[in-house]
């Protein structure tokens, strides 16, 4: 496939077969953008004044994760845009589409994660309270290596994980 930023600012994928999927189609852009793909693997476009100064944030793949859950990304709910970010499992490993399973945050008021199998829940982690999740303590075990936390707030509900020593690799993948 082919990556496309039109000259409106949208975004476009273009694959063989010559079909262009419009991933952006409302937002308009008044300036440059730019696409910049950070040390953390977020892919972000973002709009860039004329004196090269980096204005706000258009678009960003940490937004819609697949079957990765990498340092950084949130994985929740954003009660402003109705966006529930979850990371689905894949088919298989050659074929990208979303497989039996799928891990987020429980959209009801709860702070716990939930694995569903084809939308029925599979595992619960159990309330996140003090620093850990009540059935799933495995999970945030390592805190020599990790920072784990969980916020939920008015506007947005998420847990999220960053990396204690940058020549740590992680990430957490979900297989079927």
Do not use: C
């Not at 793909?37 to 678009?59: C, H, Q, Y």
């Not at 009660?79 to 497989?99: A, D, E, I, K, M």
């Not at 039996?100 to 309270?129: C, H, K, M, Q």
Request: no cysteine; glycine share 10%; hydrophobic share 35%.
């Amino acid at each position: 496939g082919v990556f496309m930023l039109d000259s409106d600012g949208k975004m476009k994928i273009k694959h063989g077969g010559g079909e262009i999927i419009l991933w952006d189609h409302n937002r308009t852009v008044s300036g440059n953008v730019t696409g910049y793909m950070m040390d953390t693997g977020n892919f972000m476009l973002r709009e860039v004044a004329s004196d090269g100064t980096p204005g706000k944030i258009l678009w960003e793949s940490f937004d819609y994760p697949s079957n990765t859950l990498f340092p950084g990304m949130k994985l929740g709910l954003d009660f402003r845009t109705g966006r529930n970010r979850t990371v689905s499992s894949w088919f298989s490993g050659q074929v990208p589409t979303p497989g039996a399973f799928r891990l987020g945050v429980d959209p009801n008021r709860t702070n716990r994660l939930i694995i569903w199998r084809r939308d029925v829940v599979y595992w619960t982690s159990g309330i996140w309270e003090s620093g850990s999740f009540q059935m799933a303590p495995q999970l945030t075990s390592r805190a020599d290596l990790f920072d784990f936390s969980f916020v939920s707030n008015a506007e947005e509900k998420y847990f999220t994980y960053s990396i204690k020593d940058n020549s740590t690799l992680s990430r957490w993948e979900l297989n079927t």
